[in-house]
C-alpha cells in the first residue's frame, strides 16, 4: 500500500524596503508609507531567490505592495500564480502612537508608555494592538491558507511580502515561541526568511533574516 504524497507548502516571507516620510526613530506601525525601492541591485539579489510560479500576498499597506513590484520588476519571470492582499497581513497597529518618536509617547502617554515597555509583548498603546495580538491573527490566517491546500496536492509555494511583526509571528508559530521570545529576533528590510510545512504538521525553518 502506498500513502499519498506529503502537502509541502514552502513559505518565503519578505519584508518590505525601507519606509520614508516619518523621520528617524519614529513608530511607523500601520501608517501607510511609501517605501525606497531604489536599490535596484539588492532587489535583484533578493530576487534571485525567489520560486517561479508562487502565490504572492501582500498587506494592504502601501510599502509591501510596492516591494512587491520592484522584485516582481527585476525578474519578470517570476510569473505569479495569483496576488492577493490580505488585511490580516497588516504591521502591529499602535495606535495613537503610530508616526511619533518614543520621547513623544513617553510625553503623550506617560505611565502607560512605561508599562508597554516593562511587557512590549502583550502590553496595548491606547487605540492599537499587541504583538500577540498580531500572532494571533497571524496564526489563524497561516492555518486557514494550510487547510485550503487539501490533501495530497505536492508542493506549492507562498511569497509574502509583509512585516517585521508578521514575520515574527510566523517565526514563533514554526519554533512553538511566546510573544517575548518571538519579539528577540531581528527581521531587516529587505530580508528574507523561509519556512516548510507539510501534512504531518512538521515546521522546518530555512533561513531567518537572509539579506542579498
Request: hydrophobic share 40%.
Amino acid at each position: 500500500m502506498t500513502s499519498e504524497p506529503f502537502n509541502t507548502t514552502r513559505w518565503w516571507w519578505v519584508r518590505h524596503a525601507q519606509v520614508m516620510g516619518y523621520g528617524d526613530g519614529c513608530i511607523t506601525g500601520q501608517g501607510d508609507l511609501d517605501c525606497d525601492v531604489s536599490d535596484r541591485a539588492q532587489l535583484s539579489a533578493l530576487a534571485a531567490h525567489l520560486p517561479r510560479g508562487a502565490k504572492w500576498l501582500t498587506s494592504p499597506l502601501k510599502r509591501t505592495a510596492q516591494t512587491a513590484k520592484a522584485l516582481l520588476d527585476a525578474r519578470p519571470d517570476l510569473a505569479p500564480l495569483e496576488m492577493q492582499e490580505h488585511g490580516v497581513l497588516m504591521e502591529q497597529d499602535f495606535g495613537d502612537w503610530t508616526g511619533k518618536t518614543w520621547d513623544q509617547v513617553g510625553e503623550l502617554s506617560g505611565d502607560q508608555a512605561s508599562r508597554f515597555w516593562d511587557a512590549p509583548a502583550t502590553s496595548r498603546p491606547p487605540g492599537g494592538e499587541s504583538f500577540e495580538d498580531v500572532m494571533v491573527r497571524v496564526r489563524g490566517f497561516i492555518e486557514a491558507e494550510l487547510a485550503s491546500a487539501g490533501p495530497g496536492t505536492g508542493q506549492r509555494d507562498i511569497v509574502v511580502v509583509g512585516h517585521a511583526g508578521t514575520i515574527r509571528s510566523q517565526l514563533a508559530l514554526a519554533l512553538g515561541l511566546g510573544a517575548e521570545r518571538a519579539l528577540s529576533f531581528e527581521i531587516t528590510n529587505l530580508s528574507l526568511s523561509r519556512f516548510e510545512h507539510t501534512a504531518a504538521e512538521d515546521w522546518q525553518v530555512a533561513s531567518v533574516n537572509w539579506t542579498a
